[in-house]
């Protein structure tokens, strides 16, 4: 998930950022900062800039800031409340932070000033979930739901372990959901599609384990100049993985990933990193993740939307300049300041990371599964990839299911932005064979 979804990624990596000041918030960087974000939610964009940095305001124009805007209420749901800022220690620094109050999730904006008290950074990020941790045991028609903490270096990351009815053992898996700042259920408008797979894996008789991502649970934790798509993803599920074949009623032998979109593009790194996996699952896996990924995205869905050619290139060009730098820069330097909402050691963490050829050199079985009309990673030419690396390798599943958007749910006709916000469940079709593959699989020797 990514160009519809930028409001998730805000929540992730943060929003409209320049390069981060040290110095302690003065009184006059609190009373600017009150200032912009009222005008920010209340529509004055054009006031709301005359705050910023130059470095800030170059990147953060009013007419970036209303789309923000726009897409921040299309995934929190209608603004109801600003808070006032508030100092608020952050790893080695010291910012302003206020409450956005959402009908759907809470915000917290965070700020930092230069020493004329000029705004340098402006970030969106969840409000810490870390204390909403789920106590109950839960029995429905298809499983006991119960509460898990994963392990991280930011703190515990509250989790839902599914087991399915019976004793077990039980295959299971490690559910690890797309970019941004994601919950457990891989919300997304009125959709939760993780929840859908998860009730549906346990009626078929396999576990599942899903768990909130460091960016949803710790927001402001995750505030960082050098960032790696490894903290965000990978070392996370390593982790979940061993919790998981600890548990009881869990065959340790058929644990396997499951991920989805951005989870689906580490699942090789996660293979490689623990060897012990039964197999691989990969739900709309892109076979390369950027800069470029994002203008591909942008570029196609303003298309179907009717934006003139020359209108998209325009609103391009900043990110196509971000791209070409970061094609030359170098990891052990990594150039200053934000790139699409995220710092450069991010994007270079998977600049040289190629899921394709990682996943040539396992042993573990591997379904890959993708929707027709997903417009955020594209069957002809993503799956494309992943059809002729390995059409003729016996490991390795390949499924297209017509019709099918990103979120392997219904799509529209012809598939449009906006379908991910139109309630939905998962395809039943989808689950089913998902689990008939883990269930066929031997359980690792």
Same mark, same amino acid.
């Given at each position: 998930?990514?160009?519809?979804?930028?409001?998730?990624?805000?929540?992730?990596?943060?929003?409209?950022?320049?390069?981060?000041?040290?110095?302690?918030?003065?009184?006059?960087?609190?009373?600017?900062?009150?200032?912009?974000?009222?005008?920010?939610?209340?529509?004055?964009?054009?006031?709301?800039?005359?705050?910023?940095?130059?470095?800030?305001?170059?990147?953060?124009?009013?007419?970036?800031? $209303?789309?923000?805007?726009?897409?921040?209420?299309?995934? =929190?749901?209608?603004?109801? $409340?600003?808070?006032?800022?508030?100092?608020?220690?952050?790893?080695?620094?010291?910012?302003?932070?206020?409450?956005?109050?959402?009908?759907?999730?809470?915000?917290?904006? =965070?700020?930092?000033?230069?020493?004329?008290?000029?705004?340098?950074?402006?970030?969106?990020?969840? @409000?810490?979930?870390?204390?909403?941790?789920?106590?109950?045991?839960?029995?429905?028609?298809?499983?006991?739901?119960? @509460?898990?903490?994963?392990?991280?270096?930011?703190?515990?990351?509250?989790?839902?372990?599914?087991?399915?009815?019976?004793?077990?053992?039980?295959? @299971?898996?490690?559910?690890?959901?797309?970019?941004?700042?994601?919950?457990?259920?891989?919300?997304?408008?009125?959709?939760?599609?993780?929840?859908?797979?998860?009730?549906?894996?346990?009626?078929?008789?396999?576990?599942?384990?899903?768990?909130?991502?460091?960016?949803?649970?710790?927001?402001?934790?995750?505030?960082?100049?050098? =960032?790696?798509?490894?903290?965000?993803?990978?070392?996370?599920?390593?982790?979940?993985?061993?919790?998981?074949?600890?548990?009881?009623?869990?065959?340790?032998?058929?644990?396997?990933?499951?991920?989805?979109?951005?989870?689906?593009?580490?699942?090789?790194?996660?293979?490689?990193?623990?060897?012990?996996?039964?197999?691989?699952?990969?739900?709309?896996?892109?076979?390369?993740?950027?800069?470029?990924?994002?203008?591909?995205?942008?570029?196609?869905?303003?298309?179907?939307?009717?934006?003139?050619?020359?209108?998209?290139?325009?609103?391009?060009?900043?990110?196509?300049?971000?791209?070409?730098?970061?094609?030359?820069?170098?990891?052990?330097?990594?150039?200053?300041?934000?790139?699409?909402?995220?710092?450069?050691?991010?994007?270079?963490?998977?600049?040289?990371?190629?899921?394709?050829?990682?996943?040539?050199?396992?042993?573990?079985?591997?379904?890959?599964?993708?929707?027709?009309?997903?417009?955020?990673?594209?069957?002809?030419?993503?799956?494309?990839?992943?059809?002729?690396?390995?059409?003729?390798?016996?490991?390795?599943?390949?499924?297209?299911?017509?019709?099918?958007?990103?979120?392997?749910?219904? =799509?529209?006709?012809?598939?449009?932005?906006?379908?991910?916000?139109?309630?939905?469940?998962?395809?039943?079709?989808?689950?089913?064979?998902?689990?008939?593959?883990?269930?066929?699989?031997?359980?690792?020797?």
């Amino acid at each position: 998930m990514y160009a519809k979804k930028i409001a998730i990624l805000i929540g992730a990596c943060g929003l409209l950022v320049a390069a981060c000041a040290s110095a302690e918030p003065t009184a006059a960087c609190r009373a600017h900062g009150q200032s912009m974000l009222a005008a920010f939610t209340t529509g004055d964009y054009d006031h709301a800039v005359t705050h910023f940095a130059p470095d800030l305001a170059a990147k953060a124009t009013p007419a970036a800031l $209303k789309s923000a805007w726009v897409q921040l209420q299309s995934s =929190a749901g209608a603004f109801r $409340k600003l808070g006032d800022l508030q100092p608020r220690t952050v790893g080695d620094r010291t910012l302003l932070t206020a409450d956005l109050d959402f009908a759907n999730q809470s915000l917290t904006a =965070a700020i930092n000033c230069d020493a004329q008290d000029r705004i340098t950074m402006f970030r969106v990020v969840p @409000a810490d979930a870390s204390s909403q941790v789920q106590t109950s045991v839960s029995e429905s028609a298809t499983g006991i739901a119960s @509460a898990i903490q994963v392990a991280s270096p930011v703190g515990p990351l509250p989790g839902t372990l599914v087991l399915p009815k019976g004793d077990g053992p039980f295959p @299971a898996v490690v559910m690890l959901v797309g970019s941004g700042a994601h919950d457990r259920d891989e919300t997304v408008g009125p959709n939760k599609a993780f929840r859908d797979l998860a009730d549906g894996l346990a009626a078929a008789g396999v576990a599942s384990l899903r768990y909130d991502k460091r960016s949803y649970a710790y927001g402001l934790k995750m505030i960082s100049d050098h =960032a790696t798509v490894d903290e965000e993803v990978t070392d996370d599920a390593v982790t979940a993985l061993q919790l998981l074949a600890k548990q009881p009623h869990i065959d340790p032998k058929r644990v396997f990933v499951l991920g989805h979109s951005l989870g689906a593009f580490m699942a090789p790194r996660i293979g490689q990193r623990d060897p012990q996996l039964a197999g691989i699952i990969m739900m709309a896996a892109p076979p390369s993740f950027g800069l470029d990924t994002i203008i591909k995205q942008a570029r196609y869905q303003a298309s179907l939307q009717g934006v003139p050619a020359a209108q998209i290139d325009q609103k391009l060009a900043p990110l196509i300049k971000q791209r070409d730098i970061l094609a030359h820069a170098d990891p052990a330097h990594p150039p200053a300041g934000d790139f699409f909402h995220a710092p450069a050691s991010y994007w270079l963490s998977v600049r040289d990371y190629d899921p394709v050829a990682t996943a040539k050199h396992l042993h573990e079985p591997m379904l890959l599964v993708q929707g027709s009309a997903d417009i955020q990673v594209f069957p002809k030419e993503d799956f494309a990839a992943w059809q002729a690396a390995f059409a003729h390798d016996p490991r390795v599943t390949l499924i297209e299911y017509p019709g099918l958007s990103h979120m392997f749910m219904p =799509a529209s006709q012809p598939p449009s932005p906006d379908d991910n916000d139109k309630p939905g469940r998962v395809d039943a079709k989808v689950i089913q064979d998902i689990a008939r593959w883990i269930k066929a699989q031997p359980a690792r020797s």
